[in-house]
């Protein structure tokens, strides 16, 4: 059994330490925080061991009557790997302690990626990762962006890839961010940070990406471009779209029309939070026009990594192979089950 | 003096009505609406007559206290041109009565393009409506981008444009609209209409856009790609831009992060209703990766077609060429002024 320490609890943290309890592979030591908060006390409900993030605040656990098994470095030590989710920039200077104890790290996409050995996509680049020390698993923009970018290249070729990302402002429980009612240029000069992120990933791939902020909170909406080598039709494009592993091309049929319809019908599969580790694909918004085609995804912001986190500790400590260690992941997480309901009537013909 | 007839007082009806006010060359003859509410209080007082649109919604104007001078009929007769910003389809319906009383009309950019003899925009195609009966002033949307387009064209060649645009959910006073909290692809099959309505200005052009809705009142956000047909630097693409008669290209040091902010100016300058006339283009956004230029536009949809549709009126009537006619509707509406403050302090220099 791997055993992975989960330093930071927050977004992030909480949801890659429940994926990594389902793993039949994987046991969590503990978890370090920093603050002994209700995401706090829930890691204890959860039975994980509590570890203070912070010598300087270690005191407010024991104020707030909560039992501690260590300090951070403690559970560095006894993981096979630590998956690293405080706020970005604390990764990056949490890397000597990690070095201190030999234990190869996983940091999350807003650390610098020239703070790294490598960076991640379980899609894109599985193999190359094995052995390395601190491994950064990209953003959920990058990493939707390379689920899509890896079979369009594979498959066609690309000559050149161009991207609009409309984010959200903010998480739900961000309720100090914004824009309230506006839309931003966010960030005004381009391109934005997100085309070099994706070429960690695809360092050869022409890429060109804009980036705005929207006062909007559920998911992010790609506006993509992809000018490809070749030119199959739209069909032939959702199809390899659809069949990948975590890809969810949105049929017509179920009449989501933007992140609010997708969460919902998340809510109703039961998926814990709600979340969405899929690219949710308009299979209608999938087009193309002469070699270029054109489509729209959306990206929950807060779960979209969390399988790939799993995927890179196996990949990371060479414990199974890409395709295995994906079908694991999807399978112990319930994503292989998708989102959509069975469809009761019949598919609507070309009469209809 | 044209005599010019507003069919329609709302959002954008009192916004022209003012602005053929303001013209050395045009008076009102009288504005048409169905219903007697703040708006047609305000015409009152502002001095137009009123008349009534609907004969079944005549009497509630006597009921309101509210003299009229007549049916819509009669301010068609008397007018040399109508301007009709009635609701989308309206205006199509309202052809066979203009036709009737020979008299020529403009209609807004909601209508059908097909219902019309030509579609108009002043900087790009102000030559070819004249002795027309039934001209459409394109949307805000493709007027903002038939503004981009045409010196673009013109200067450099474009092998392609490719635009998503973030769009505001609706107008600031439309209370029924949304989205709330949400970012929907609209539509979510592509192209959007916005493509094929630039062709009826540049019927050559090869265009892809995509539309996606936002919850914000203010502007909508064209984030756009030209492919050109040279490799101009950014400063010279954005001196040409900022050439245009009616573009404002963002300087960095005024500090505008969005439309929140540009209506904020708008407002300090003394703009009527905050009106923004021109394309807000982000300066710093301005970028050229090889032959494709990057750049973010902000567009005010309630009145970047206000000083289109007094160019149209001359156009069609053939009472002024199109510099002419630009030069004397931007001085009588003040959008030759500008928007932005002068700078105090001295222009940055390359060591600061």
Redo the contacts between chains.
């Keep these: 059994m791997i055993q992975v320490g989960i330093n930071g609890y927050g977004t992030i943290g909480k949801r890659v330490a429940d994926a990594v309890v389902q793993q039949p592979d994987m046991e969590v030591v503990g978890v370090a925080k920093t603050r002994p908060n209700f995401e706090a006390q829930s890691a204890i409900e959860k039975g994980f061991d509590l570890y203070a993030a912070r010598e300087d605040r270690k005191h407010l656990f024991g104020e707030a009557g909560i039992d501690i098994a260590g300090d951070v470095e403690d559970l560095v030590e006894q993981s096979d790997i630590v998956v690293d989710a405080c706020p970005s920039g604390i990764g990056e200077a949490n890397a000597e302690m990690y070095a201190e104890y030999d234990t190869p790290a996983l940091l999350q996409g807003g650390e610098d990626k020239d703070a790294v050995d490598a960076s991640f996509n379980a899609r894109s680049n599985y193999d190359t990762v094995e052995g390395e020390d601190l491994v950064r698993v990209v953003s959920c923009n990058t990493t939707g962006l390379s689920r899509l970018i890896a079979p369009l290249a594979e498959e066609y070729g690309i000559e ?1 890839v ?1 991207a ?1 990302l ?1 984010r ?1 402002g903010g998480d739900p429980a961000q309720s100090g961010r914004g ?1 309230i ?6 960030p ?4 934005s940070h997100h085309g070099p992120d994706v070429n960690t990933i695809f360092p050869e791939l022409s890429i ?1 990406t ?1 980036g ?1 902020k ?8 790609h ?1 993509v ?1 992809v000018t490809l080598e070749s030119e199959p039709g739209a069909d032939e494009v959702r199809e390899l779209l659809d069949a990948q592993d975590r890809t969810f091309v949105i049929p017509d049929w179920l009449g989501l ?4 319809a997708i969460k919902e019908l998340a809510q109703d599969a039961g998926r814990p939070r709600a979340d969405i580790w899929e690219n949710c694909i ?1 299979g ?2 999938v ?1 193309m ?1 002469g070699s ?1 085609l ?3 995804q ?1 990206i929950h912001q807060e779960s979209d990594v969390v399988p790939e986190n799993v995927d890179a500790i196996r990949a990371v400590l060479g414990e199974a192979d890409q395709a295995e260690s994906i079908q694991r992941t999807n399978e112990a997480m319930g994503l292989a089950d998708g989102l959509a309901p069975t469809r009761v009537a019949p598919e609507a013909t070309a009469d209809d």
């Design positions: 050149k161009r609009t409309v959200r824009p009612n506006d839309i931003l240029p966010n005004v000069s381009l391109p060109d804009l705005l929207v006062p909007a909170t559920l998911m992010h909406m506006s471009n029309d933007g992140a609010g308009w209608e918004s087009s026009e270029d054109y489509l729209f959306a």
